[in-house]
Each structure stands twice: as structure tokens, then as C-alpha cells.
């Protein structure tokens, strides 16, 4: 079982950054993708960006040029870097790790840009 605490969510006004964490109990080296997604009041969760155990990443047209999803394997951390914020952005950000066929999510930190 591994467990996934994200952090670093907050409010913020349009057009600034955060950076949201989301820190594994176990080895991300080993995963074979990690990724952020979100949820807004409403809406069906989303993809935001996603990292395949190869290096790759693809993320959501909304977010391309924005947002930079990253990896630190020696902290066993995700990172997702959030640049250039909008009041669209606003929502709940889940971090998802797959290894194999199991798959977990962290219980998710709220991102809230005012305009």
C-alpha cells in the first residue's frame, strides 16, 4: 500500500504560481506513471499532466505552457509547478501513482485563484 500526501495548494491571484508536492511513502522509481489531475465544484475529475515511468508527459490543452509536472526520485516526490494561474484553475488537485494494474490517489489540496 503506498500512501500519497499532496501539499502546497493555496489562494492566489490570477497570474501568480504555486508549486503543489505530492510526496509518496514509497519509491516512485518504480512507477509507471504518476500524474496530476483535477476537480472542479461540478465537473468531472480531469487529467492536468501525467509522467510515464519513461520520462515522457503529456498534459491538458488548458495547461500546456503553464504548468510543468516534474519528479524528484530521491524524495520519492512529484512535483507539479503552476505557472501564470487563472480563475479556471481554481479546483482540487489529486496526485496518481500507478504501479502495474494498482493504481492510488492522495486526498487531494485545494488550488483557488481569485481574479
Known amino acids: 500500500q503506498v500512501q500519497l500526501v499532496e501539499s502546497g495548494g493555496g489562494l492566489v491571484q490570477a497570474g501568480r504560481s504555486l508549486r503543489l508536492s505530492c510526496a509518496a511513502s514509497?519509491?516512485?522509481?518504480?512507477?509507471?506513471?504518476m500524474g496530476w489531475y483535477r476537480q472542479a465544484p461540478g465537473k468531472q475529475r480531469e487529467l492536468v499532466a501525467r509522467m510515464f515511468s519513461s520520462g515522457s508527459t503529456n498534459y491538458a490543452d488548458s495547461v500546456k505552457g503553464r504548468f510543468t509536472i516534474s519528479r524528484d526520485n530521491a524524495k520519492n516526490t512529484v512535483y507539479l509547478q503552476m505557472n501564470s494561474l487563472k480563475p479556471e484553475d481554481t479546483a482540487v488537485y489529486y496526485c496518481?501513482?500507478?504501479?502495474?494494474?494498482?493504481?492510488?490517489w492522495g486526498q487531494g489540496t485545494q488550488v483557488t485563484v481569485s481574479s
Open positions: 514509497g519509491s516512485i522509481f518504480s512507477a509507471t506513471a
Open positions: 496518481r501513482v500507478v504501479y502495474g494494474s494498482s493504481i492510488y
